[in-house]
Nanobody
Framework: QVQLEESGGGLVQAGGSLRLACTASGLTISSRPMGWFRQAPGKGREFVAAIDRDGVYTDYSMTVKGRFTVSRDNAKNTVYLQMNSLKPEDTAVYYC??????????????????WGQGTQVTVSS
């Protein structure tokens, strides 16, 4: 069974940090660009960060650039999202996603074909 599982979410005060992990089973992520998205209450899902297959190239939304860092460990079949200087507006369910092996990393949601169930991040003021 192909599965992406996010972990590391929780409640943190503004200014704090969290590190999310996304571990894959049933698929090898080393050939796949990976992305992180989030969905706040009452809003649509939005792009957060993306990373290419080798971890050389990354992209971030302007709202998180400079605060969040995406990385990957292909040997562990895991992608990470380090979130620093968290703000209340970062509160959302965070999802990781994998795009097809032949694709490029992307900010566009529909270019990802495998999704995790999400992990809740809540930032208190």
């Amino acid at each position: 069974q192909v599965q992406l599982e996010e972990s590391g979410g929780g409640l943190v005060q503004a200014g704090g940090s969290l590190r999310l992990a996304c571990t894959a089973s049933g698929l090898t992520i080393s050939s796949r660009p990976m992305g992180w998205f989030r969905q706040a209450p009452g809003k649509g899902r939005e792009f957060v960060a993306a990373i290419d297959r080798d971890g050389v190239y990354t992209d971030y939304s302007m709202t998180v650039k400079g605060r969040f860092t995406v990385s990957r460990d292909n040997a562990k079949n895991t992608v990470y999202l380090q979130m620093n200087s968290l703000k209340p507006e970062d509160t959302a369910v965070y999802y990781c996603a994998a795009s097809p092996p032949s694709s490029y990393y992307s900010t566009i949601e529909h270019r990802y074909d495998t999704w995790g169930q999400g992990t809740q991040v809540t930032v208190s003021s």
